[in-house]
C-alpha cells in the first residue's frame, strides 16, 4: 500500500518560513540575510529570492563568517555526523525551533532546525 503523510507534514516549506519570519520580527523585524541546507525551491519562494541554498558545509561556513544578525535553516537529513560543522551551527544562537514534516521530493521525513545568530543584547 501508499503511506501519504498527512498535510500539514507536506508544507514544510511554509512552516519553516513561518517560523524564519516569525524569529526575525522578534528580533527588530529588519530584512534578514537567510541561509539554508533544506534546498527545496518552495523555501525560496516561501522566504524571498534572497535566500541562499547551500550544501551543509557552506552553510556552516557562512554562519562562522557571519557577524551580522542572519537565519539558518539546517536539513537535519543533510546534517552528516561532523560534531565540529554541527557546533558552528549553535555559535551565537539567539533563538532556535525545530519544524518537522515530509519532504516529498526525497520521500522522506525530515526536521528543520531555524536558528537567529547574532542578535543584539536586549533585542
Keep these: 500500500g501508499v503511506v501519504i503523510p498527512s498535510t500539514p507534514d507536506l508544507d514544510l ?4 518560513a513561518a517560523v524564519a519570519q516569525e524569529m526575525a520580527a522578534d528580533h527588530g523585524g529588519r530584512d534578514v540575510a537567510v541561509f539554508s ?10 522566504l524571498g529570492t534572497d535566500t541562499r541554498l547551500l550544501a551543509i558545509d557552506a552553510l556552516t561556513e557562512m554562519v562562522a563568517q557571519s557577524g551580522d544578525v542572519i537565519l539558518s535553516i539546517e ?5 552528516g555526523d561532523d560534531p565540529l560543522a554541527l557546533a558552528r551551527l549553535d555559535a551565537q544562537v539567539c533563538a532556535r525551533e525545530e519544524v518537522a514534516g515530509y519532504n516529498y521530493s526525497r520521500g522522506e521525513p525530515t526536521v528543520l532546525i531555524v536558528r537567529l545568530h547574532n542578535c543584539e543584547q536586549g533585542s
Design 13 to 16: 516549506s511554509q512552516r519553516a
Design 37 to 46: 541546507s533544506y534546498t527545496e525551491p518552495s523555501l525560496v519562494f516561501a
Design 75 to 79: 536539513d537535519t537529513a543533510r546534517s
